[in-house]
């Protein structure tokens, strides 16, 4: 199994007004974006050519949008990157980068 292109754990993932985890995963790996539980269980998943990553205008700098399968989800990660070793979610522009450099697609 390849190493994941990007991984991201603590992070909040919402749906509309709903909060579906407070302490989930976000990975992207072989090609596939997928968001899980604390526990590891799958809540989405999808081809990153087929995910839509965005910052919301209207929200604050630790939070981007996700789109993936026609859901839109609220992904509230780290405001800054951690300090190297430090545990701790990636700032959301890294996994907005992240999703747009596995999709192929340039900025």
Same mark, same amino acid.
């Given at each position: 199994?390849?190493?994941?292109?990007?991984?991201?754990?603590?992070? &909040?993932?919402?749906?509309?007004?709903?909060?579906?985890?407070?302490?989930?995963?976000?990975? +992207?790996?072989?090609?596939?974006? /997928?968001?899980?539980?604390?526990?590891?269980? /799958?809540? #989405?998943?999808?081809?990153?050519?087929?995910?839509?990553?965005?910052?919301?205008?209207?929200?604050?700098? #630790? &939070?981007?949008?996700?789109?993936?399968?026609?859901?839109?989800?609220?992904?509230?990660?780290? #405001?800054? #990157?951690?300090?190297?070793?430090?545990?701790?979610?990636?700032?959301?522009? &890294?996994? +907005?980068?992240?999703? &747009?450099?596995?999709?192929?697609?340039?900025?």
């Amino acid at each position: 199994m390849a190493e994941p292109e990007f991984t991201a754990t603590g992070v &909040r993932i919402g749906k509309r007004l709903r909060s579906l985890t407070r302490a989930g995963q976000v990975r +992207i790996s072989d090609g596939r974006l /997928e968001l899980l539980t604390s526990y590891g269980s /799958e809540i #989405d998943s999808a081809p990153v050519q087929a995910v839509r990553a965005s910052k919301p205008w209207f929200a604050q700098a #630790d &939070r981007a949008l996700a789109d993936v399968n026609g859901t839109r989800y609220l992904l509230t990660l780290g #405001d800054h #990157d951690p300090a190297p070793g430090e545990p701790g979610p990636p700032a959301a522009h &890294r996994f +907005i980068e992240a999703v &747009r450099n596995a999709a192929g697609r340039v900025r």
